[in-house]
């Protein structure tokens, strides 16, 4: 079975700093695209940052400068390295990803972890 496990969220004091993880695990052939999304609460969940199997990366405008996407892909890993964090930060984060498993083709989502920015 295909898992996501994100891990790296927490408070800190805007201007401050978090690195992001996000694992898969499970029978897989192949992992494309790799992502993160947030959601604040009474907002919809947006995109933040995405990676192609090739290193392609974009961003919402919001974290450009700010937000550093990157991913191992021997150890199936995504990061997602936020600088200069500001209160509008706050979300719960998720990853996801375009796994090909056994008799399976589809995005998997992780379980999200809340960032919690404070002023």
């Known amino acids: 079975q295909v898992q996501l496990v994100a891990s790296g969220g927490g408070l800190v004091q805007a201007g401050g700093s978090l690195r992001l993880s996000c694992a898969a695990s499970?029978?897989?052939?192949?992992?494309?695209?790799m992502g993160w999304y947030r959601q604040a609460p009474g907002k919809q969940r947006e995109m933040v940052a995405r990676?192609?199997?090739?290193?392609?990366?974009n961003y919402t405008d919001s974290v450009k400068g700010r937000f550093t996407i990157s991913r191992e892909n021997v150890k199936r890993t995504v990061y997602l390295q936020m600088d200069s964090l500001k209160p509008e930060d706050t979300a719960v984060y998720y990853c996801?990803?375009?796994?090909?498993?056994?008799?399976?083709?589809?995005?998997?989502w992780g379980q999200g972890t809340q960032v919690t920015v404070s002023s």
């Open positions: 990676i192609t199997s090739g290193g392609e990366t």
């Open positions: 996801n990803a375009d796994i090909a498993a056994v008799a399976t083709l589809r995005l998997y």
């Open positions: 499970g029978s897989i052939f192949s992992i494309g695209a």
